[in-house]
Protein backbone atom coordinates (compact mmCIF):
# COMPACT_ATOMS: atom_id res chain seq x y z
CA UNK A 1 0.00 0.00 0.00
CA UNK A 2 3.06 2.40 -0.14
CA UNK A 3 4.27 2.36 3.61
CA UNK A 4 7.66 3.39 4.52
CA UNK A 5 9.55 0.61 6.53
CA UNK A 6 9.33 2.05 9.57
CA UNK A 7 5.38 1.81 9.82
CA UNK A 8 5.18 -1.41 8.36
CA UNK A 9 7.58 -2.72 11.28
CA UNK A 10 5.63 -1.51 13.71
CA UNK A 11 2.25 -2.99 12.17
CA UNK A 12 3.63 -6.40 12.63
CA UNK A 13 4.53 -5.98 16.10
CA UNK A 14 0.74 -4.72 16.81
CA UNK A 15 -0.19 -8.29 15.03
CA UNK A 16 -1.72 -6.23 11.99
CA UNK A 17 -1.80 -8.57 8.76
CA UNK A 18 -4.86 -7.34 6.64
CA UNK A 19 -5.61 -4.01 6.25
CA UNK A 20 -9.62 -3.39 6.41
CA UNK A 21 -11.81 -1.89 3.75
CA UNK A 22 -11.63 1.47 4.96
CA UNK A 23 -8.01 1.04 5.38
CA UNK A 24 -7.39 0.07 2.06
CA UNK A 25 -9.48 2.66 0.51
CA UNK A 26 -7.81 5.93 2.51
CA UNK A 27 -4.55 5.39 3.06
CA UNK A 28 -3.56 6.05 -0.68
CA UNK A 29 -5.60 8.92 -1.15
CA UNK A 30 -4.06 10.37 1.74
CA UNK A 31 -0.94 10.05 0.96
CA UNK A 32 -1.69 11.75 -2.29
CA UNK A 33 -2.49 14.89 -0.19
CA UNK A 34 -6.31 14.63 -1.11
CA UNK A 35 -9.16 15.49 1.05
CA UNK A 36 -11.56 12.72 1.92
CA UNK A 37 -14.99 11.80 3.95
CA UNK A 38 -14.76 8.67 5.30
CA UNK A 39 -18.20 6.88 6.04
CA UNK A 40 -17.71 4.40 8.22
CA UNK A 41 -19.11 2.67 11.81
CA UNK A 42 -16.68 2.28 14.56
CA UNK A 43 -14.46 -0.64 15.25
CA UNK A 44 -13.58 -1.10 11.27
CA UNK A 45 -10.19 0.02 11.55
CA UNK A 46 -10.44 4.13 10.57
CA UNK A 47 -7.90 5.33 13.11
CA UNK A 48 -5.25 3.73 11.18
CA UNK A 49 -6.35 4.90 8.13
CA UNK A 50 -5.61 7.99 9.09
CA UNK A 51 -3.10 7.68 11.21
CA UNK A 52 -0.71 5.72 9.34
CA UNK A 53 -0.58 8.11 5.94
CA UNK A 54 -0.62 10.86 8.48
CA UNK A 55 2.49 9.93 9.85
CA UNK A 56 4.24 8.94 6.76
CA UNK A 57 3.58 12.60 5.01
CA UNK A 58 4.87 14.36 8.19
CA UNK A 59 7.93 12.18 8.62
CA UNK A 60 9.10 12.67 4.96
CA UNK A 61 8.88 16.42 5.44
CA UNK A 62 12.20 18.33 6.92
CA UNK A 63 11.45 20.63 10.55
CA UNK A 64 13.88 23.71 10.52
CA UNK A 65 13.84 25.22 13.71
CA UNK A 66 10.91 25.11 16.69
CA UNK A 67 8.27 22.72 16.08
CA UNK A 68 5.24 23.31 15.13
CA UNK A 69 1.99 21.58 15.20
CA UNK A 70 1.38 20.23 11.33
CA UNK A 71 -1.62 18.18 11.81
CA UNK A 72 -4.85 18.67 13.85
CA UNK A 73 -6.88 15.73 14.94
CA UNK A 74 -9.88 16.74 16.80
CA UNK A 75 -12.40 14.55 18.80
CA UNK A 76 -15.27 14.84 20.69
CA UNK A 77 -14.63 12.89 23.81
CA UNK A 78 -11.61 12.38 26.10
CA UNK A 79 -11.80 8.40 25.96
CA UNK A 80 -11.67 8.89 22.10
CA UNK A 81 -9.00 11.90 22.22
CA UNK A 82 -6.89 9.68 24.28
CA UNK A 83 -7.54 6.46 21.84
CA UNK A 84 -6.19 8.43 18.92
CA UNK A 85 -3.37 9.29 20.42
CA UNK A 86 -2.10 5.82 22.04
CA UNK A 87 -2.72 4.33 18.46
CA UNK A 88 -0.38 6.99 16.90
CA UNK A 89 2.29 6.24 19.57
CA UNK A 90 1.91 2.69 18.58
CA UNK A 91 2.13 3.40 14.86
CA UNK A 92 4.79 5.84 15.30
CA UNK A 93 7.10 4.18 17.56
CA UNK A 94 9.72 3.80 15.18
CA UNK A 95 9.07 7.69 13.47
CA UNK A 96 11.13 10.86 15.24
CA UNK A 97 7.86 12.75 15.64
CA UNK A 98 5.88 14.42 18.42
CA UNK A 99 2.62 14.35 19.27
CA UNK A 100 0.27 15.52 22.70
CA UNK A 101 -2.93 14.45 23.83
CA UNK A 102 -5.27 17.89 24.97
CA UNK A 103 -8.98 17.10 26.72
CA UNK A 104 -10.88 19.34 29.45
CA UNK A 105 -11.47 17.86 33.25
CA UNK A 106 -7.59 17.99 34.24
CA UNK A 107 -5.14 20.17 34.93
CA UNK A 108 -3.79 22.37 31.77
CA UNK A 109 0.04 22.67 32.70
CA UNK A 110 1.11 19.75 31.77
CA UNK A 111 -0.66 20.36 28.40
CA UNK A 112 0.68 23.35 28.34
CA UNK A 113 4.62 22.11 28.61
CA UNK A 114 4.21 19.62 26.10
CA UNK A 115 2.84 21.95 23.47
CA UNK A 116 5.95 24.59 23.95
CA UNK A 117 8.51 21.57 23.63
CA UNK A 118 7.15 21.27 20.08
CA UNK A 119 5.16 19.00 18.75
CA UNK A 120 4.25 17.80 15.23
CA UNK A 121 0.67 16.03 16.28
CA UNK A 122 -1.89 17.75 18.41
CA UNK A 123 -5.15 15.28 19.21
CA UNK A 124 -7.57 17.48 20.94
CA UNK A 125 -11.29 18.12 22.22
CA UNK A 126 -12.87 21.22 20.61
CA UNK A 127 -13.29 22.83 23.97
CA UNK A 128 -9.74 22.71 25.58
CA UNK A 129 -8.03 23.47 22.31
CA UNK A 130 -10.65 26.71 21.75
CA UNK A 131 -9.55 27.81 25.65
CA UNK A 132 -5.58 27.49 25.21
CA UNK A 133 -6.28 29.43 21.61
CA UNK A 134 -7.93 32.18 23.82
CA UNK A 135 -5.11 31.98 26.29
CA UNK A 136 -2.66 32.78 22.94
CA UNK A 137 -1.08 29.09 24.50
CA UNK A 138 -0.82 27.35 21.23
CA UNK A 139 -0.28 28.13 17.16
CA UNK A 140 -2.50 27.19 14.98
CA UNK A 141 -1.14 28.35 11.92
CA UNK A 142 1.01 26.12 10.31
CA UNK A 143 -1.30 22.90 10.17
CA UNK A 144 -1.10 21.05 7.33
CA UNK A 145 -3.58 18.71 7.81
CA UNK A 146 -6.74 18.70 9.59
CA UNK A 147 -8.92 15.64 10.73
CA UNK A 148 -12.74 15.56 11.94
CA UNK A 149 -13.29 12.33 13.64
CA UNK A 150 -16.61 11.17 14.33
CA UNK A 151 -17.91 14.41 13.16
CA UNK A 152 -21.77 13.14 13.78
CA UNK A 153 -21.05 12.64 17.44
CA UNK A 154 -19.79 16.74 17.49
CA UNK A 155 -22.71 17.89 16.21
CA UNK A 156 -24.76 15.65 18.63
CA UNK A 157 -22.65 16.98 22.06
CA UNK A 158 -23.19 20.60 20.52
CA UNK A 159 -19.00 21.31 19.57
CA UNK A 160 -19.90 21.92 16.06
CA UNK A 161 -20.04 25.81 16.33
CA UNK A 162 -16.50 25.50 18.83
CA UNK A 163 -15.37 23.17 15.54
CA UNK A 164 -16.17 26.14 13.04
CA UNK A 165 -14.40 28.90 15.21
CA UNK A 166 -11.41 26.47 15.29
CA UNK A 167 -11.55 26.19 11.46
CA UNK A 168 -11.75 29.56 10.83
CA UNK A 169 -8.11 29.95 12.53
CA UNK A 170 -6.74 26.89 10.65
CA UNK A 171 -4.87 28.10 7.38
CA UNK A 172 -7.02 28.05 4.15
CA UNK A 173 -4.52 26.05 2.33
CA UNK A 174 -4.69 22.20 3.94
CA UNK A 175 -5.70 18.61 3.49
CA UNK A 176 -8.59 17.99 5.67
CA UNK A 177 -9.98 14.27 6.46
CA UNK A 178 -13.34 13.87 8.26
CA UNK A 179 -15.30 10.93 9.23
CA UNK A 180 -18.94 10.18 10.53
CA UNK A 181 -20.77 6.93 11.03
CA UNK A 182 -24.32 9.47 10.05
CA UNK A 183 -24.89 11.95 7.36
CA UNK A 184 -27.33 14.56 8.81
CA UNK A 185 -27.94 18.16 7.34
CA UNK A 186 -25.08 19.98 9.29
CA UNK A 187 -23.08 17.32 8.68
CA UNK A 188 -23.14 17.61 4.37
CA UNK A 189 -23.35 21.40 5.11
CA UNK A 190 -20.00 21.57 6.53
CA UNK A 191 -18.43 18.65 3.62
CA UNK A 192 -19.03 21.21 1.00
CA UNK A 193 -17.53 24.12 3.31
CA UNK A 194 -14.45 22.54 4.07
CA UNK A 195 -13.28 19.69 1.95
CA UNK A 196 -12.21 20.50 -1.76
CA UNK A 197 -13.15 17.58 -4.46
CA UNK A 198 -13.02 15.01 -1.74
CA UNK A 199 -12.39 11.48 -1.75
CA UNK A 200 -15.57 9.42 -0.75
CA UNK A 201 -15.08 6.27 0.80
CA UNK A 202 -18.00 4.22 2.29
CA UNK A 203 -17.08 0.89 3.72
CA UNK A 204 -20.60 0.14 4.91
CA UNK A 205 -24.36 1.96 4.56
CA UNK A 206 -24.51 4.88 6.61
CA UNK A 207 -26.24 4.42 10.14
CA UNK A 208 -26.18 0.71 9.75
CA UNK A 209 -25.18 -1.57 12.65
CA UNK A 210 -21.83 -4.31 12.10
CA UNK A 211 -23.09 -7.47 10.50
CA UNK A 212 -21.09 -9.45 12.88
CA UNK A 213 -23.14 -8.36 15.94
CA UNK A 214 -26.02 -10.48 16.94
CA UNK A 215 -28.91 -8.37 18.38
CA UNK A 216 -31.07 -9.85 20.66
CA UNK A 217 -34.13 -8.08 22.42
CA UNK A 218 -35.38 -8.94 26.07
CA UNK A 219 -38.56 -8.26 26.83
CA UNK A 220 -38.56 -7.21 30.48
CA UNK A 221 -40.81 -5.39 33.38
CA UNK A 222 -39.10 -2.08 34.65
CA UNK A 223 -38.90 -3.10 38.30
CA UNK A 224 -37.28 -6.38 37.00
CA UNK A 225 -33.94 -4.92 34.69
CA UNK A 226 -31.68 -5.22 37.47
CA UNK A 227 -32.66 -9.08 38.35
CA UNK A 228 -32.58 -9.77 34.31
CA UNK A 229 -28.93 -7.98 34.27
CA UNK A 230 -27.49 -10.04 36.64
CA UNK A 231 -28.83 -12.96 35.25
CA UNK A 232 -26.97 -12.29 31.63
CA UNK A 233 -23.88 -11.28 33.73
CA UNK A 234 -23.67 -14.53 35.27
CA UNK A 235 -24.42 -16.55 31.90
CA UNK A 236 -22.13 -14.60 29.73
CA UNK A 237 -19.37 -16.28 32.21
CA UNK A 238 -15.89 -14.39 31.76
CA UNK A 239 -16.83 -12.51 29.23
CA UNK A 240 -16.64 -8.60 29.09
CA UNK A 241 -20.05 -6.76 29.64
CA UNK A 242 -20.40 -2.94 28.44
CA UNK A 243 -23.81 -1.86 29.93
CA UNK A 244 -25.23 1.48 29.18
CA UNK A 245 -27.67 3.58 31.08
CA UNK A 246 -29.41 6.36 29.81
CA UNK A 247 -28.69 9.01 33.06
CA UNK A 248 -25.40 9.37 34.76
CA UNK A 249 -27.65 8.51 38.19
CA UNK A 250 -28.94 5.45 36.40
CA UNK A 251 -25.52 4.37 35.65
CA UNK A 252 -23.67 4.90 38.91
CA UNK A 253 -27.36 3.05 40.71
CA UNK A 254 -26.76 0.09 38.34
CA UNK A 255 -23.03 -0.06 39.27
CA UNK A 256 -23.68 -0.24 42.99
CA UNK A 257 -26.53 -2.70 42.39
CA UNK A 258 -24.04 -4.84 40.81
CA UNK A 259 -21.06 -4.40 43.21
CA UNK A 260 -23.87 -5.45 46.31
CA UNK A 261 -25.04 -8.69 44.07
CA UNK A 262 -21.53 -9.57 44.47
CA UNK A 263 -20.43 -8.68 40.19
CA UNK A 264 -17.62 -5.64 40.50
CA UNK A 265 -18.89 -3.20 38.37
CA UNK A 266 -17.13 0.76 38.04
CA UNK A 267 -19.44 3.74 36.15
CA UNK A 268 -18.16 5.90 33.85
CA UNK A 269 -19.82 9.30 33.11
CA UNK A 270 -19.20 13.33 32.74
CA UNK A 271 -19.64 13.82 36.19
CA UNK A 272 -16.62 11.10 37.37
CA UNK A 273 -13.33 13.06 37.35
CA UNK A 274 -11.30 12.19 34.58
CA UNK A 275 -8.66 10.23 36.41
CA UNK A 276 -11.64 7.90 37.72
CA UNK A 277 -12.61 7.38 34.27
CA UNK A 278 -9.33 6.92 32.67
CA UNK A 279 -8.80 4.03 35.85
CA UNK A 280 -12.26 2.53 35.18
CA UNK A 281 -11.13 2.44 31.82
CA UNK A 282 -8.26 0.95 32.07
CA UNK A 283 -9.03 -1.75 34.10
CA UNK A 284 -11.74 -2.65 31.65
CA UNK A 285 -8.79 -2.77 29.02
CA UNK A 286 -6.24 -4.86 31.04
CA UNK A 287 -9.24 -7.15 32.18
CA UNK A 288 -9.19 -6.34 36.26
CA UNK A 289 -12.74 -5.19 35.24
CA UNK A 290 -15.16 -7.07 33.70
CA UNK A 291 -18.29 -5.41 33.68
CA UNK A 292 -18.00 -1.74 32.95
CA UNK A 293 -21.62 0.60 33.33
CA UNK A 294 -21.43 3.86 30.59
CA UNK A 295 -23.62 6.94 29.53
CA UNK A 296 -23.58 7.28 25.66
CA UNK A 297 -20.94 10.18 25.72
CA UNK A 298 -18.53 8.61 28.37
CA UNK A 299 -18.29 5.15 25.69
CA UNK A 300 -17.59 7.12 22.80
CA UNK A 301 -13.99 6.05 21.97
CA UNK A 302 -14.18 2.85 24.55
CA UNK A 303 -12.14 0.34 21.56
CA UNK A 304 -11.72 -2.62 23.98
CA UNK A 305 -10.13 -6.47 21.96
CA UNK A 306 -12.70 -9.34 22.41
CA UNK A 307 -15.59 -7.23 24.40
CA UNK A 308 -18.00 -9.29 23.76
CA UNK A 309 -21.56 -8.41 25.36
CA UNK A 310 -23.34 -4.89 25.27
CA UNK A 311 -26.23 -4.67 27.20
CA UNK A 312 -28.56 -1.76 27.09
CA UNK A 313 -30.32 -1.58 30.18
CA UNK A 314 -31.71 1.26 28.83
CA UNK A 315 -33.29 2.08 25.35
CA UNK A 316 -31.35 5.26 23.53
CA UNK A 317 -33.58 7.64 22.50
CA UNK A 318 -32.28 8.09 19.09
CA UNK A 319 -31.75 4.94 16.92
CA UNK A 320 -28.27 6.55 15.61
CA UNK A 321 -27.09 5.94 19.48
CA UNK A 322 -28.30 2.93 19.36
CA UNK A 323 -25.79 2.04 16.10
CA UNK A 324 -23.13 3.73 17.91
CA UNK A 325 -23.82 1.42 21.31
CA UNK A 326 -23.68 -1.75 19.87
CA UNK A 327 -20.74 -0.61 17.57
CA UNK A 328 -18.75 -1.38 20.59
CA UNK A 329 -18.65 -4.78 19.97
CA UNK A 330 -18.15 -6.92 16.88
CA UNK A 331 -15.05 -4.84 16.44
CA UNK A 332 -12.09 -5.17 13.71
CA UNK A 333 -13.57 -8.78 12.18
CA UNK A 334 -14.47 -10.13 15.30
CA UNK A 335 -17.88 -11.45 16.42
CA UNK A 336 -20.58 -9.66 19.17
CA UNK A 337 -23.56 -9.98 21.16
CA UNK A 338 -25.96 -6.96 22.07
CA UNK A 339 -28.80 -7.75 24.04
CA UNK A 340 -31.45 -5.00 24.84
CA UNK A 341 -33.93 -4.47 27.47
CA UNK A 342 -37.72 -3.51 26.42
CA UNK A 343 -40.05 -2.90 29.22
CA UNK A 344 -43.58 -1.36 28.15
CA UNK A 345 -42.69 2.06 28.60
CA UNK A 346 -39.65 1.92 26.01
CA UNK A 347 -41.62 -0.04 22.90
CA UNK A 348 -41.82 3.31 20.88
CA UNK A 349 -38.37 3.72 21.20
CA UNK A 350 -37.87 0.12 19.72
CA UNK A 351 -40.24 0.44 17.25
CA UNK A 352 -38.27 3.69 16.32
CA UNK A 353 -34.87 1.20 16.02
CA UNK A 354 -36.42 -1.31 14.22
CA UNK A 355 -37.49 1.74 11.58
CA UNK A 356 -34.16 2.80 11.41
CA UNK A 357 -32.30 -0.30 11.11
CA UNK A 358 -34.95 -2.14 8.78
CA UNK A 359 -34.68 -5.10 10.68
CA UNK A 360 -37.85 -7.07 12.31
CA UNK A 361 -35.80 -7.63 15.42
CA UNK A 362 -37.97 -10.12 17.13
CA UNK A 363 -37.96 -10.79 20.84
CA UNK A 364 -36.04 -13.89 22.83
CA UNK A 365 -38.06 -15.54 25.30
CA UNK A 366 -35.67 -17.87 26.52
CA UNK A 367 -34.66 -16.06 29.65
CA UNK A 368 -36.72 -16.61 33.03
CA UNK A 369 -38.14 -12.72 33.11
CA UNK A 370 -39.90 -12.81 29.70
CA UNK A 371 -42.99 -11.22 29.60
CA UNK A 372 -45.70 -10.84 26.69
CA UNK A 373 -46.14 -7.71 25.64
CA UNK A 374 -48.81 -5.47 24.57
CA UNK A 375 -49.05 -4.29 20.72
CA UNK A 376 -48.50 -0.55 21.30
CA UNK A 377 -50.14 1.77 18.26
CA UNK A 378 -47.18 4.50 16.63
CA UNK A 379 -47.51 7.66 18.06
CA UNK A 380 -49.74 10.18 15.99
CA UNK A 381 -47.66 12.12 13.36
CA UNK A 382 -48.14 15.93 13.32
CA UNK A 383 -48.90 17.09 9.54
CA UNK A 384 -45.24 18.30 8.95
CA UNK A 385 -44.07 14.89 9.47
CA UNK A 386 -46.95 12.82 7.53
CA UNK A 387 -46.19 15.02 4.39
CA UNK A 388 -42.34 14.45 4.88
CA UNK A 389 -43.30 10.77 5.17
CA UNK A 390 -45.39 10.85 1.85
CA UNK A 391 -42.72 12.50 0.30
CA UNK A 392 -40.22 10.18 0.97
CA UNK A 393 -42.31 6.95 0.04
CA UNK A 394 -43.05 9.21 -3.31
CA UNK A 395 -46.75 9.84 -2.78
CA UNK A 396 -48.10 13.01 -2.56
CA UNK A 397 -50.66 12.22 0.45
CA UNK A 398 -53.32 14.50 1.41
CA UNK A 399 -53.26 18.14 1.71
CA UNK A 400 -51.96 19.34 5.01
CA UNK A 401 -53.16 23.15 4.74
CA UNK A 402 -53.78 25.08 7.69
CA UNK A 403 -57.48 25.97 7.95
CA UNK A 404 -57.51 30.10 7.54
CA UNK A 405 -57.29 32.04 10.86
CA UNK A 406 -60.27 34.22 10.05
CA UNK A 407 -62.18 31.21 9.87
CA UNK A 408 -64.99 30.82 13.11
CA UNK A 409 -63.98 28.46 15.08
CA UNK A 410 -66.01 26.99 18.55
CA UNK A 411 -64.35 27.53 21.77
CA UNK A 412 -63.10 25.46 23.78
CA UNK A 413 -65.68 22.89 25.37
CA UNK A 414 -68.47 23.74 22.96
CA UNK A 415 -69.60 22.16 20.12
CA UNK A 416 -69.64 23.15 17.00
CA UNK A 417 -73.66 22.65 17.09
CA UNK A 418 -73.78 25.06 20.21
CA UNK A 419 -72.56 27.99 18.15
CA UNK A 420 -75.46 28.94 16.47
CA UNK A 421 -77.70 28.77 19.86
CA UNK A 422 -75.05 31.03 21.27
CA UNK A 423 -75.09 33.64 18.17
CA UNK A 424 -78.77 33.89 18.52
CA UNK A 425 -79.04 34.74 22.38
CA UNK A 426 -76.10 37.70 21.26
CA UNK A 427 -78.63 38.93 18.49
CA UNK A 428 -80.53 42.19 19.52
CA UNK A 429 -83.99 41.45 20.97
CA UNK A 430 -86.86 42.81 18.46
CA UNK A 431 -89.18 44.80 20.34
CA UNK A 432 -93.07 43.40 20.18
CA UNK A 433 -95.75 45.87 18.12
CA UNK A 434 -97.65 46.05 21.57
CA UNK A 435 -94.40 47.79 22.74
CA UNK A 436 -93.62 50.35 20.47
CA UNK A 437 -90.10 51.23 18.81
CA UNK A 438 -87.11 50.10 21.12
CA UNK A 439 -85.67 52.91 22.96
CA UNK A 440 -82.06 54.11 22.63
CA UNK A 441 -79.88 52.80 25.45
CA UNK A 442 -78.13 56.27 26.97
CA UNK A 443 -74.55 55.41 27.46
CA UNK A 444 -74.28 55.96 31.45
CA UNK A 445 -70.96 58.74 31.38
CA UNK A 446 -71.30 58.67 35.27
CA UNK A 447 -69.76 54.75 36.26
CA UNK A 448 -67.84 56.04 39.29
CA UNK A 449 -71.10 57.74 40.98
CA UNK A 450 -73.10 54.64 39.71
CA UNK A 451 -70.34 52.00 41.11
CA UNK A 452 -70.94 52.70 44.77
CA UNK A 453 -75.25 53.22 44.18
CA UNK A 454 -76.79 50.01 45.83
CA UNK A 455 -79.24 48.94 43.06
CA UNK A 456 -83.57 48.35 44.08
CA UNK A 457 -85.87 45.75 43.94
CA UNK A 458 -85.40 42.77 41.20
CA UNK A 459 -81.99 43.80 40.09
CA UNK A 460 -80.09 43.83 43.69
CA UNK A 461 -81.53 40.38 44.39
CA UNK A 462 -80.33 39.23 41.33
CA UNK A 463 -76.93 40.82 41.99
CA UNK A 464 -76.97 39.55 45.77
CA UNK A 465 -77.30 36.26 44.23
CA UNK A 466 -74.20 36.55 41.78
CA UNK A 467 -72.07 38.17 43.90
CA UNK A 468 -70.19 35.52 46.42
CA UNK A 469 -69.75 35.84 50.19
CA UNK A 470 -66.35 36.94 51.80
CA UNK A 471 -66.37 33.36 52.91
CA UNK A 472 -66.32 31.74 49.38
CA UNK A 473 -64.20 34.65 47.96
CA UNK A 474 -61.62 33.73 50.67
CA UNK A 475 -61.78 30.06 49.48
CA UNK A 476 -61.75 30.39 45.98
CA UNK A 477 -58.50 32.89 46.28
CA UNK A 478 -56.88 30.15 47.93
CA UNK A 479 -57.87 27.11 45.79
Same mark, same amino acid.
Given at each position: *?????????????? %????????????????????????????????????????????????????????????????????????????????????????????????????????? /?????????????????????????????????? *??? *?????????????????????????????????????????????????????????????????????? /?????????????????????????????????????????????????????????? @???????????????????? #???????????????????????????? %??????????????????????????????????????? /????????????????? @??????????????????????????????????????????????? %????? @?????????????????? #?????????????????????
Amino acid at each position: *MGLIDPLLKALREE %GYEKPTPIQVQSIAPVLEGRDLFGAAQTGTGKTAAFSLPILQRLSEEQVKGQRQVRCLILAPTRELAIQIGDSIKSYGRHLHLRHAVIFGGVGQQPQVDAIRRGL /DILVATPGRLQDLHNQGLVNLSQVKILVLDEADR *MLD *MGFIHDVRRIIALLPVKRQTLLFSATLPKEIRELMSRILIEPVMVEVTPVSTTAERVKQEIYYVRREEKR /DLLEHVIRQAGDTSVLVFTRTKHGADKVARELSKRGIRAEAIHGNKSQTARQRALGDF @KSGDLRVLVATDIAARGIDV #EELGLVVNCDLPDTPETYVHRIGRTGRA %GASGLAVSFCSAEDEHLLIDIRRHLRQPLPPATDHPYHV /DMPAVPLPAMNPQAKAK @KYREDGDQGPSHRQPSRNKARPAPGRTAQARPAAQERKQPQQPSATE %GPARK @KRPNRNKSRNRNRRPAGA #EAAVQAAATPSPEKRKRFFFF
